[in-house]
């Protein structure tokens, strides 16, 4: 059988090859949005169940919890939520180690007046690094005395509105691990509105605030009047201070600000 003017007449075996190539797809918990999340923490409190910490459970819930999943639809495991009345603890319980804050991470933890037990956030296993909104995320936590960020990336992050306002009872806040050059607006960001209860005296930071797309900076650190920067530096009125104070206090060479930089 001659095939054609260039082979040779002969037995001929049909051969298919072919390769593939492929992707690993690496499964991620992804948390639901932050009103989301909001409304389902609230709704696991009752009238003499309240939620005094929060934090994550190595194992998952026993049917008995009663939990409830805090998810997003993208997630490609399930994220549970609990209250366990016994140590008054949310729960939250993931398989994977580490949970992905959704690109809305806005009023996770803003509780309002229904805030008045919860003590203590424990956000060590949250990936931010996908969040775009984190205003309010914290907003009006009056009895948080410490809050640990140094896992927080914040590289995405383009409004952080309120994020720490009405925080009455921190002493010392640290952002050392913060990248704000993407952040437009930190509007209240520290705002108190109860100058009595003020305690926070010192914000630590390893560099100067990226203020490059800052452009609202309204009430940023108005009534925080026992706030200084590291050299001791502060406005009378905090209401006046604008994006300049995001830096580390530098008087001696005309650089005031509110930050104090990181031991």
Do not use: C, Q
Not at 63 to 69: E, K, L, Q, R
């Amino acid at each position: 059988m001659k095939l054609s003017d260039n082979l040779e007449s002969g037995r001929y075996t049909n051969k298919l090859i072919f390769s593939i190539l492929t992707n690993n797809y690496n499964r991620i918990a992804i948390m639901t949005e932050g009103p989301d999340f909001n409304t389902k923490l609230k709704s696991l409190e009752t009238a003499t169940n309240k939620i005094e910490h929060f934090k994550k459970s190595n194992v998952a819930p026993a049917i008995s919890m009663d939990a409830v999943n805090v998810e997003d639809e993208a997630s490609d495991y399930e994220i549970k939520l609990w209250l366990d009345p016994a140590d008054k603890t949310a729960y939250y319980y993931a398989e994977p180690e580490k949970v992905y804050l959704n690109a809305d991470s806005s009023r996770m933890f803003f509780l309002k007046w229904d805030n008045k037990d919860l003590l203590e956030i424990d956000v060590s296993n949250f990936d931010t690094s996908k969040v775009t909104d984190m205003s309010r995320m914290f907003y009006d936590l009056r009895n948080i005395t410490s809050l640990h960020l140094s896992n927080f990336d914040t590289s995405k992050v383009t409004d952080m509105n309120r994020m720490f306002s009405g925080m009455s009872n921190l002493i010392t806040l640290d952002l050392s691990n913060f990248d704000t050059s993407k952040v437009t607006t930190m509007m209240s960001m520290f705002y108190l509105d109860e100058i009595p209860k003020d305690k926070l005296e010192i914000i630590y930071v390893n560099n100067d605030f990226n203020t490059t797309n800052l452009t609202d900076t309204y009430l940023m650190f108005s009534n925080r009047r026992k706030l200084r920067g590291g050299n001791g530096s502060y406005l009378a009125d905090p209401l006046t201070a604008d994006k300049t104070w995001l830096r580390i206090d530098d008087p001696a060479h005309g650089r005031p600000g509110y930050f104090t930089r990181k031991p």
